[in-house]
Each structure stands twice: as C-alpha cells, then as structure tokens.
C-alpha cells in the first residue's frame, strides 16, 4: 500500500498548497528575523524556557524551528511534569492532543497507547528506538521534553505505527555546574528523591558531566499493589576538538511492581464494585523489570556546511515474576476465574546510525540534505506459562490465599530476531521566502526469524519497503503559515500468531493540512490540523488467549489543536483538543466493520495554566490548575463495552522560600471523579486515581 497508494494522494494533498502559492504575486514577504544569543538561542535537544518550544529535531533529526515544518508537532518539556508533580510519561501526554491510553502490560511498563486513533507500543529515547521487548517506563528524571510528532513517521524512523511518533529526548550535560534535589511524598505512601548533577570536569568546559538518580518507594490506592524503583542515568561530553564532540549517555533502571489486570465491570458497567479490590494473589510477588542502556554519538563538522553523525546503541532488558490473572466474570454475578501465569522474558537491541547533513544552494532554492544509514539487530526470548487449575475470586468480597492452580501447563516458548539495514534520504528546501517544502524516503530491508520451542516451528520472513513523505509550508504572514504533507509507514510484526507464524505487516498512508500561528508578539503558538489516515493489517488482541491477529482494515480522521504560551511574564499555558472519529473498516466476526477502535474517544481536551507571581514577597512562586476531558470510548475490541467520559481538575502550588529552597503542593483529582482510565475488555478495566495530594520540596545546592 504504501508505494502503490502514496504518489497520487501524496499530490493531492500538496496540490491545496502548491496552486495558491504559485498564482501569488511577485511581492516578497519580509519574515521576522531571528537574534540568536547566549540566552536566547534554544537548541532542539536542551531546556525550555516556560512551556513554549520552538525548535526541534524529532521531525527532522536536524535542528529546526518548529514553525519551518510542515507538520504537526507537540513538545511537553519537562516543566510541565514538574509542575503537575507528576512522575509518569503518560500524563505528559495528555497534553499532546489525541493521544490515548492503552494497556499498560498490568503497570509494568509504558506498554502501549494511541496517536490520532492507532495503537502503537513504539516510543523512541533521542531518535533511538526504546520500546523493543518490555521496557519499564521512562524515568522522568533524565526527561528533558517529550515531543509527539503526528502522522507517519517511517521515512525517518523506519518500522512504525501511522498515527505518530513519540520521541524523549533525555538530558544533556549543561556547561554551567549545578546540583538540583527533589524529594516528595503523596497519598498512599508514595515517595521520591530524584538527584541532578551537572559538573564541567575541566577549567575550559570541554568535559562535561551530568548524572540523574531517582529511588521510588511507592504504595497505591490499589490493594497490595505497590512499586519500587532505582533509576541511574550517568552522562558526559567531550569537545574533543572545536569541530568535533562526542557524547555518551546510559541509564540503568531496576523496577518491581506488583502485576494489577485491575477490577472488572459487571454487565459492562461498574455495579459497585470497590475501585481499590485487587483480584490477584498478594503472595504472587512482584513482577521484576531491569533495563540497561548504553549510547555514543561522535559529530565532526567537516565544513561551515557538512557534518558527520555517527551513533550507536545498545539496551537490554528482562522481566519475570508470576501472577494470578483476571477472567471472565461466572455465571452467579460475584466471582470470576483467574489464570495464574509465569513469565520469563530477555531482550537486546544494538542499533547503528551514519548520518550526513549538510546545506547547498541550487539556483534560488536553498537545501538541508540529509543522508542517513542505519543497521538493527534485535533480539527476544519469552517464555510464557498458563497452569490450568479452578482458581475463583469473589470480586465484592475478596479472600486471598487460596492454592496455586497445579493443572495442566501451556503456553508459549520462543526466540525472535529481527535485522534491518535502512537508507533514508530527506531534503527540506526553501524555494522563496514564503515556502519551504519537504521530501523524505527510506529503504528498508527487514529480515525476521522464530524458533517456536513448543511445537518446534521455524519462521522466517524477508521485507523490502519504500516509505516516503512529502510536505509544503506556506507562510502567509510572519505570524500565520499554512502546511500540508502526505506520508506512509510500513510495520513488520514481531509478535506471532496462534499457529506460531509471523503476522502481516501493517501498513498506512496519511494527510494532513493544517495553520500555524505565532500569536501576541510570538508569545503563544499554535497549530491547527486535519487528518485522515487509513491503516491495513490492523492488530487486535483476543483476551482470551492473549495472541494478536490481523483483523484487515482501519481509518481514522478528524482534527486536533495544541497550543502553548508564556501569555505574559506571570502566565504560562499549555492545552490541547483533538476530534477523532476512528473506526475499523474491514472488519471480521469478532470485530465487524464499523466497530471504534479500542480505547480512542471522539473528544478530549486538556488545558494547564499557571501564574507566577513576579514581584513582592511571592516572587517566584506560582499558582497553577489543570483540566482534563476524555469522552466516552470502547472498552473491548469489537463489542458493545464502552467506557464513559470523565473529567479531572488539578490544583498546583509552590512556594519559592528562597533562591535555593522551593516548596510544592499539588492536589489531583480535585472532586474525586469516578472514572475507567483504560481497559481491554470488560474484565482488565483500570479505575482512575482518587482524589490524592503530592507535596514536594527541591533544593538548588
């Protein structure tokens, strides 16, 4: 689909851009320059002052400023975590506009979740695939923004989802030395330290170091559910020479939390079952989750114009632990089965980037070449075990301790590997003052293979794919540009079918048009898009026997609007809004066409404001709320289970005693809202927190 369909959508989509822009007069337009200073200037991987971004590297992998782009792109810094005193990615992403909670893999890990309709489990760490294999959720500790570009992203980043690309970029080494403590505590025993060191190792600041810790020692709302956490993230530069620099960054995480499927919903709704009743065995111990990553990166400018990038990449990760399993709800109303499952995972990823960027001019027309090749050897071991056995739970009046099931054991038993070596190619072009465009392919070959242990099976399965993109920007006005762009993706399967083979890759072609705007004196962005993208070979899960199948085809459309601000010295703003109308278009029995796409809602919003007090003895200190809104969504593939809209308010405050000490409070969930967060099916259903504070103090030492 994605070479045969792309070229002449690809040119319709443009086409809205390209007449208006041709048939303009021969006025020139006289854009805004830009002074780039010491304080001024903000690179695309370093801090953000307030809210408000202007440049990033996600969609480009070049440093690029985000209204140059002709497409839509959300970046959440870090401060608006910080100002949430939140320490999970996915609130963060609230606030990107049309992105979706999906399975989170019973709290392990940042599992999967939804961009503009499609479920993807890809998210990158520095333009690094990181989400192979089982990962445990990025530590907001070495988070430095989190930036969701919308829209197929494979051109760039090979192997995707159609919806978008999430991308963190982590925290560099800063020239200045500084030390930041922050500890915290909330409701239900939940406690932080997170530890941030900068330190230049020589006089000239040619060396430089920086290391983030965190520990996390934390309990839930949820009975017996807890989790722990050490997160150490080591990193140093070295200007070797002035036009050659070498980075490298690791980070070792050390996870347990206890496996939680959630409650369920009886008749699909919640009939009084209790929000916080744990339906697995507390004597099942928790789930163990140890990540290890190392990355290098050496760039040499060759010229004024041409720089070389070589990086590399390495993680590996395991999990393993036992647990006792939600079902399906019996026949007298109160009790359902459980499957108690032993797991025991372990995967390596190693991936290699060359890359050559470079600037020339071709007539009038001014170019950003780059020409990247990328080599990935990945590889997983998972093994799974079922014990068959009764094992019932009364879900209003749980009794725990009950003997393990010692019935019959299944399951599955298998290596997978997948190799790809990749060449992508992208050019933006500025043809005049006014436009820009951008063209971009990949070439990718992908070579998967399976040794299935339970049945002896072998797999093996060999890609050859195009993906392209293409995208125009207009600028009406210095304040105001339109955009349009067209863009694939491809997606082999690493998962397997029940009979042990590999699935269809996925495939997507997507469009988009859109405005950008830089409104009061370029103190408030935003962007405005439409979309429509079509996706085939569309996975889906069935609960019961947990193994994925393709279920033909899916689209989505519909628009979304983010905007972010400092509206003035004292307010700062960030929100989102998002329509999305997604459903499944060619179907079969079990999902039939027509069904929503699981966990996708028509409507959702957000919105965080914050005021900070300029002057007196206030100064520096802030007042803040923030608002969500997710409407109702299906709650199980394929059936009549929804989940109903909910909205949260948040209040924030803290107190800046002094240059160096900064007291927070934060009280979420305000009016206790009951809400459904995520489910899979009417019996894995996830409850939303209830109304809970956090209180944190950070030290500038």
């Known amino acids: 689909m994605t070479s045969r369909k792309f070229a002449p959508l690809a040119g319709l989509a443009l086409g809205l851009l390209v007449d208006p822009v041709f048939a303009e007069d021969t006025n020139t337009l006289e854009l805004g320059t830009t002074s780039i200073t010491g304080e001024a200037y903000e690179s695309a991987t370093g801090p ?5 971004a202007t440049r990033s590297a996600s ?41 979706s909670k999906q399975n989170n893999f019973g709290g392990l890990t940042l599992y999967e979740y939804s961009v503009r309709g499609f479920t993807t489990s890809e998210f990158y760490q520095d333009a690094f695939s990181a989400a192979r294999g089982y990962p445990s959720t990025p530590d907001t500790a070495n988070i430095e923004r989190i930036e969701v570009l919308k829209g197929p992203a494979a051109s760039l980043y090979g192997r995707g989802d159609p919806g978008g690309t999430v991308n963190i970029v982590t925290k560099k080494p800063q020239p200045e030395a500084f030390t930041t403590v922050q500890t915290s505590a909330g409701s239900w025993d939940r406690y932080r330290t997170a530890l941030d060191i900068n330190t230049p190792l020589d006089s000239e600041g040619t060396v430089l170091s920086r290391v983030n810790l965190a520990v996390e020692d934390n309990h839930s709302f949820r ?6 956490r050490v997160f150490v993230a080591p990193s140093f530069s070295w200007q070797l020479d002035p036009d050659t620099s070498l ?18 919903a009886p008749n699909n709704r ?38 070389l990038r070589l990086a590399s990449h390495y993680k590996q990760g395991s999990l393993w632990g036992y ?46 070449l780059l020409i990247g090749t990328e080599y990935e050897d990945y590889r997983k071991k998972e093994r799974v075990t079922a014990i068959a056995g009764s094992y019932p739970i009364d879900i209003y009046k749980p009794i725990y301790g009950l003997a393990k099931p010692n019935g019959q054991r299944s399951g599955s038993d298998f290596l997978a590997q997948t190799k790809s070596q990749a060449l992508n190619l992208q050019d933006q072009i500025i043809f005049t003052d006014r436009l820009r465009g951008m063209l971009g392919a990949r070439l990718e070959h992908v070579e998967q293979s399976s040794d299935n242990f339970t049945n002896g099976k072998k797999s093996q399965k060999t890609h050859d794919v195009i993906t392209q993109r293409a995208g125009l920007l207009y600028q009406l006005t210095p304040q105001v540009g339109v955009f349009a762009n067209a863009s694939t993706s491809f997606k082999p399967q690493s998962e397997l079918d029940a009979a042990g083979d590999f699935l269809k890759p996925e495939e997507g072609v997507g469009y988009e048009v859109g405005i950008k705007s830089e409104l009061f004196d370029d103190r408030l962005s935003t962007t405005l898009a439409a979309f429509h993208i079509d996706k085939e070979n569309t996975l889906a899960t069935d609960p019961a026997t947990d193994t994925k199948r393709a279920i033909g085809k899916a689209r989505s459309q519909g628009f979304d609007l983010q905007l972010t601000g400092q509206l003035t010295d004292a307010v700062r703003v960030i929100g989102a809004f998002a329509y999305i109308d997604a459903e499944v278009t060619k179907g079969d029995k079990d999902i039939p066409t027509g069904s929503r796409i699981l966990g996708v809602a028509k409507r959702s919003g957000s919105l965080l404001g914050v005021y900070e007090f300029q002057d007196g003895a206030l100064r520096g200190s802030d007042l803040g709320a923030a608002f969500t809104y997710v409407g109702d969504r299906s709650g199980e593939a394929g059936k009549s289970f929804e989940l109903p809209a909910y909205h949260t308010v948040d209040l924030l405050a803290h107190y800046k005693a002094s240059d160096n000490v900064t007291v927070g409070l934060n009280l979420n969930n305000l009016f206790d809202e009951k809400y459904f967060e995520r489910s899979y099916s009417n019996y894995w259903v996830t409850p939303g927190e209830p109304r809970n504070f956090t209180v944190s103090l950070t030290l500038n030492l």
């Open 48 to 52: 953000v002052k307030g809210y408000r």
């Open 59 to 99: 969609a480009t992998k070049t440093d690029t400023a985000l209204r140059d782009i002709p497409q839509s792109i959300s970046v959440i810094p870090a401060k608006v975590l910080k100002d949430l005193g939140s320490n999970n990615v996915e609130r963060a992403l609230e606030f990107a506009g049309g992105v």
């Open 223 to 228: 009975d017996h559910v807890q989790s722990k």
């Open 247 to 264: 980075l490298v960054e690791s980070e070792f995480v050390r996870h347990s939390s206890t496996f939680d499927r959630g409650i369920v």
């Open 270 to 307: 919640w009939s009084g079952m209790s929000r916080s009743t744990f339906l697995g065995e507390p004597n099942d111990g928790d789930i163990d989750n140890h990540n290890n990553r190392l990355q290098a990166t050496l760039e040499h400018h060759l010229n004024d114009a041409w720089q």
């Open 323 to 368: 647990a006792s399993e939600n079902r399906a709800l019996n026949a007298d109303g109160h009790t359902i089965n459980r499957r108690y499952r032993e797991r025991s995972m372990g995967w390596h990823d190693s991936i290699t980037q060359l890359e050559l960027r470079g600037r020339f001019d071709i007539g009038s027309w001014q170019h950003e």
